[in-house]
């Protein structure tokens, strides 16, 4: 059954609508494991946008397609700029872009059920934590490599891993960078559930169906118990601070030394002969 509303189409991502009112959001650059180029950021903040503005969507479950739920940052995204203006302004306006979209997830009006079918690395990674129910296959790894970017923290991280992980683990990770596995993420409570890769979807979408079929009003107030009032305020400010320090970061020439370094370190391997 169509859905009362216009589904938009994305170069980016793919949506899907399931009857009771269940949409289904896929990262859908397979052949680049879902990494993130500005249009990603913009495209879901469309759809983040389409689930705050339409009564009809209940829940949203966001996926990865491929092998992959996202890996981050696409570094071979490389933009060249006339002036160290233009590539000021240009930084801020894709940063922008991002703050408002994590605020829109912060904020989501719906439960939002994640399903990690493979490496969720990055952005990718940190907004899991702002999501109602994050599924995973237990080939899944979990990573921030902020520091090895001269990054900081984003997506809330800086708040929401410590609580959820505790500061020790929130620190490896944040800090160095530490690829942490699926069944570590399952003990430690960031996933909910571990799925067999075959059926993730297939669970994502049936208990998404259930939610959607009970009390919407129940489940809302429910939501707004469990992420009270002061809590949303809490990550909207956090989320700001940290979009502010990331834009710091971005146009500094350390950050820039590391992406080049990464990204040499990126080819390097993908020229290097087989033996």
Request: proline residues 4%.
């Amino acid at each position: 059954m169509a859905p009362g509303f216009s589904l938009p189409s994305f170069s980016t991502l793919k949506l899907d609508w399931h009857n009771e009112g269940v949409l289904v959001m896929t990262f859908n650059r397979p052949e680049r494991m879902n990494s993130m180029v500005p249009e990603s950021y913009a495209e879901w903040k469309k759809v983040m946008e389409l689930v705050h503005e339409t009564p009809a969507i209940r829940v949203l479950v966001i996926t990865g397609s491929g092998r992959a739920y996202s890996a981050g940052q696409d570094l071979s995204a490389v933009r060249t700029y006339s002036s160290e203006k233009e590539e000021h302004e240009d930084i801020f306006r894709r940063n922008e872009v991002t703050r408002k979209l994590t605020e829109l997830i912060i904020t989501c009006p719906v439960p939002v059920i994640a399903a990690v079918n493979g490496p969720a690395i990055g952005y990718g990674c940190t907004t899991l934590a702002l999501c109602d129910l994050v599924l995973s296959t237990e080939s899944a790894v979990f990573r921030t490599p902020f520091a090895e970017l001269a990054f900081c923290a984003e997506g809330c991280s800086s708040v929401t891993f410590p609580r959820i992980l505790g500061p020790m683990v929130a620190n490896d990770m944040i800090l160095f960078g530490r690829t942490v596995g699926a069944k570590e993420m399952h003990a430690r409570g960031f996933v909910a559930r571990l799925v067999k890769t075959e059926e993730l979807l297939q669970v994502a979408v049936q208990l998404a169906l259930e939610l959607a079929g009970r009390s919407q009003e129940a489940i809302g107030v429910s939501r707004s118990l469990v992420r009270s009032e002061q809590f949303i305020s809490e990550l909207v400010r956090v989320n700001n601070k940290e979009m502010e320090e990331l834009y710091k970061r971005m146009i500094s020439k350390d950050a820039k030394q590391a992406i080049a370094q990464m990204f040499a370190r990126l080819q390097s391997k993908a020229t290097k002969p087989k033996i």
